[in-house]
């Protein structure tokens, strides 16, 4: 592990996008994007996807420059084509119309297309939750074919198929739940990849079908799991079908279907319920109860949703952030290939 101070991280990496052809705004964005998500301890979301990223500009599979485009609109809903752009930059656009759709409709319900990584989306529900709005954030993709087996088989039908949802208060900057349909994230097996750990039981089937905990299996034919059995493979498949039909691409992760990833985000505005500050109190209420509830053995605290998230970001703050060499050494060589060299900064000299 190499430990770097966020700021410096994203300088680099900012440098790196810039150089491989990405707009600096552009590049600034996706470098904050992918920092805070290590920030917060989602290091499956954060910078080890530089390469991959990087890959994907240089392939021509997304366009750095491309600019998303509003196919179908009405007063509270809309389908966004984002022309094989960048997902994060994409998503945050298509996050700021549903709450301006919300904020003077009182809901605002958008659909995303054709667009490559859009990153964590909890970033997204925090997004929304600080302005003051309910918000629910699901995605499917990558459309070229799929990594998670629904319940009772062994060969995918399915993606990661994550889900989000964001609630304003006051005790934190927002509430929030944010997890994969799978028993991981692709990006937790890569991150065990790069630290060279093993992975929980039950999260990877091998080619044969076989449970296994080596996270390389990934690369040769294996499957992840849906979480919760039948639960979490009906939920994958809700998330399928929402995200694929309601943005009119397929139901399904087609390798013939040339975008990438789609997305399902609503907001809704709470004083179209309640005034704001209630609904803040409220879910500050909701937070204390949890605190309050007993206790398991071994349990040293009871959080509520996003919380550790909120506590690692003050720590990696602080502390800095602990990026696996192999993660690293992907930025450095993704700089290299572009002629922009990227280093650790100067160590203090005794």
Known sequence: ??????????VCVERVFTAAGVPRERALQVAESLVESNLVGHDSHGVLRVGSYIDAISSGSVDPNAESEIVRSSATTAVIDGRRGLGIIAGRKAMALAMAKAKEHDIGIVTLRNVGHTGRMGEYAVQAAREGFVCSIMAAGPRAGGMVAPFGATSPAFNTNPMSWGLPANC???????????????????AAIDRGDSIPEGWLLDVDGRPTTDPTRIRNGGTLVAFGQHKGSGLAFLVEALCGALSGVSCAPLADYAGEYVLLMSAIRVEAFQPLDAFRTRIDGLVDAIHAARKAE????????????????????????????AAWERIVAAGARYGCPVSLPAQPSE
Not at 1 to 10: D, F, N, R, T
Not at 298 to 325: H, M, Q, S, Y
């Open 1 to 10: 592990m190499v430990y770097i101070q966020a700021e410096h991280l994203k």
């Open 172 to 190: 934190y900057p927002a509430i929030y739940v944010d997890f994969a349909t799978s028993m991981a994230a692709w990006g937790k097996i890569q």
């Open 298 to 325: 071994g349990v040293a605290e009871v959080f509520a949703p996003g919380e550790k998230e909120w506590r690692t970001r003050e720590k990696r703050l602080c502390e800095g952030i602990d990026v696996a060499e």
